[in-house]
């Protein structure tokens, strides 16, 4: 399947910092921007997208959040991959492969320089809160490894160091994060990663089943459960069972009243509503959602529907 192209109004959002997605971007065209904070003066930065530059990609292909916020700055056109997509597509093309590793280079200098300018800075002349600070981030950013090795050296260096203590209770998180998720895999226990791509090509029931086993076990993190009850929501939806999905997403909105994917929530309300003859309670959510949604292709369809409803009380 070729890839969607979606068109963003000026001033929309693709994605929020902190969001997921199952999706990688490329700009077609007009502007959009990406910012994130600086790690030295926690201010925030702006980068411009180039047409043809891809975006999102780490947060799709690793499953993580994403770290920055993709602001559109003018009317523009994004070619929307699915993660089995950008597959596909960049398994089968060199320049392609090539280009991304540019980017990622871009990125991965930008990271690199604000760490350095971190322990440079005069508030962090300090070399010792530097290092601490690095594995924090490191940590932060779900990268064990990168975060593990900068505490590693601290003890090294630091063996009787001010923060000895937080260290060593960072790398204790780290070795218990690290064991629930050996666990996980011992006991074939699915990823979150796994069951989005499982929904992707419409394997909902596989899907279903994975997010079920996953829920209950204790890998899954604090930050986690909230995208996987709603993805449990989702998955009952796609195999009609509308009052089940509406029973999950009502238990969701009371659990997590800010729950940042509020809109695709209220979306998914709608329709179970609809798909279970309630017209009020259908045209209340996808009204609401229609305000709130970030997904074009989703705002759209919520339109539709409502116009349908009102003539249908109309008939």
């Known amino acids: 399947m070729p890839p969607k192209a979606v068109t963003y109004n000026s001033n929309s959002i693709v994605y929020f910092k902190g969001d997921r997605s199952g999706y990688v971007y490329v700009l077609k065209s007009g502007q959009i921007s990406l910012s994130y904070t600086d790690l030295q003066t926690g201010q925030e930065v702006h980068d411009l997208i180039k047409t043809g530059e891809f975006f999102g990609v780490k947060a799709a292909l690793g499953g993580y959040i994403h770290d920055e916020t993709a602001t559109v700055l003018v009317e523009s056109q994004v070619l929307q991959f699915s993660v089995a997509e950008f597959e596909e597509l960049v398994s089968r093309n060199k320049r392609l492969i090539s280009k991304m590793l540019r980017v990622f280079s871009t990125q991965l200098r930008r990271i690199h320089n604000q760490v350095q300018d971190l322990m440079a800075s005069e508030t962090s002349a300090d070399p010792e809160l530097g290092l601490f600070e690095v594995g924090r981030y490191y940590q932060k950013e779900g990268d064990p490894l990168k975060a593990r090795a900068a505490f590693e050296k601290y003890l090294s ?45 419409g394997e909902y ?10 829920y209950r076990h204790p890998s899954l993190t604090d930050e986690e459960k909230p995208e996987t009850e709603m993805l449990l929501g989702i998955c009952l939806f796609q195999l009609n069972m ?13 659990k997590y009243p800010r729950h940042g994917q509020l809109d695709v929530i209220c979306y998914y309300l709608g329709l179970s509503y609809r798909e279970m003859g309630d017209r009020e309670k259908a045209l209340g959510f996808l009204t609401k959602s229609v305000t709130m949604l970030r997904d074009n292709q989703k705002k759209g369809r919520a339109s539709e ?7 249908e009380a109309h008939v």
């Open 157 to 201: 260096y630091y063996p009787r160091g001010t923060y000895v203590a937080g260290v060593q209770k960072a790398m204790n998180e780290l070795t218990t994060s690290s064991s629930k998720r050996q666990t996980a895999l011992e006991e074939d226990i699915p990823s979150l990663f796994i069951c989005r791509k499982k929904m992707d090509r």
């Open 242 to 254: 509308f009052k089940d999905a509406a029973a999950q997403f009502t238990s969701l909105v009371k």
């Open 205 to 214: 029931q596989d899907a279903y089943k994975g997010l079920s086993l996953l």
């Open 305 to 311: 529907i409502l116009q349908e409803l009102k003539a």
